[in-house]
């Protein structure tokens, strides 16, 4: 059994996400265990990509900066082992099916399950075409993460049957990027309804989370919750001087937790 569990043991989680390579690899190492330092239940880490469909402005930009500094998917692979050398806190990737695709399913799934990645996350990835990744990953110990749009009940819960590890709730239509709360969709608490009535698998919302009292209302309904690009943003200010900003931005959400 992989980590990803133990981010929502007996808590509600707090899964924060950054791109490798941004500003450069071997921060991408600090700045993850900044994040756990500061609380965070799990790490997402996006991968160098060029065509970010799901993407706002500000992870778009982060993937460029990574990309200019020439940062490959094998990089990515060797950042997350020097994190394994110091931690044990569960890691997926986000990235898109081109990049995995390119790589070759088992070569890219044989790696992650070598250096220690727990779980995937591939949002232009249809639930109807998953079944060729999710056996090849499966044979690696990989969670194939499920995403859930504001959508029709009956296709959150044929979505919500199969997912394992958790399911990653889209707080609103639309690209990634920080959002205030009249941007949020007004059914996510009906939709988790939903959910539970057809899994136990924990609910993470994410897109546009970046304020500790939009931390503070999820939680109520909530398994936890995923912020991205306001984290993205502190390392841009930054660069590689974000280690205490960034501690201190997490652990005021993770206080609301």
């Not at 490959?72 to 060797?78: A, H, K, L, M, R």
């Not at 200010?237 to 974000?242: D, R, V």
Request: a negative charge.
């Amino acid at each position: 059994m992989n980590r990803i569990y133990k981010a929502f043991e007996n808590k509600k989680a707090f899964i924060g996400f950054l791109t490798a390579g941004d500003p450069v690899i071997d921060k991408t190492v600090d700045y993850i265990l900044d994040m756990e330092q500061a609380g965070a239940s799990l790490i997402e880490i996006g991968i160098p990509f060029s065509d970010q469909i799901a993407e706002g402005p500000t992870i778009q930009e982060a993937n460029v900066r990574a990309l200019k500094n020439k940062v490959t998917t094998d990089d990515v692979f060797e950042m997350v082992k020097k994190v394994r050398e110091k931690s044990d806190i569960p890691l997926c990737f986000m990235t898109y099916l081109n990049v995995v695709f390119h790589y070759g399913y088992d070569e890219f799934f044989k790696k992650c399950q070598d250096v220690g990645i727990d779980g995937i996350i591939l949002p232009d990835l249809p639930y109807e075409e998953n079944q060729e990744v999710k056996d090849v990953c499966y044979n690696y110990d990989v969670t194939l993460i499920s995403m859930i749009a504001p959508t029709s009940k009956d296709r959150v819960e044929m979505i919500a049957k199969e997912a394992k590890g958790f399911i990653y709730l889209v707080s609103s239509m639309g690209v990634t990027g920080t959002r205030d709360n009249t941007s949020f969709a007004n059914n996510l608490e009906e939709i988790i309804e939903h959910i539970r009535q057809v899994t136990n698998t924990p609910v993470a919302i994410g897109f546009g989370i970046n304020k500790p009292e939009q931390v503070k209302e999820f939680k109520q309904y909530a398994d936890g919750v995923i912020v991205g690009s306001a984290i993205v943003n502190i390392i841009k200010e930054h660069g590689s001087q974000a280690d205490e900003p960034l501690k201190e931005y997490i652990q005021s959400l993770t206080n609301e937790l």
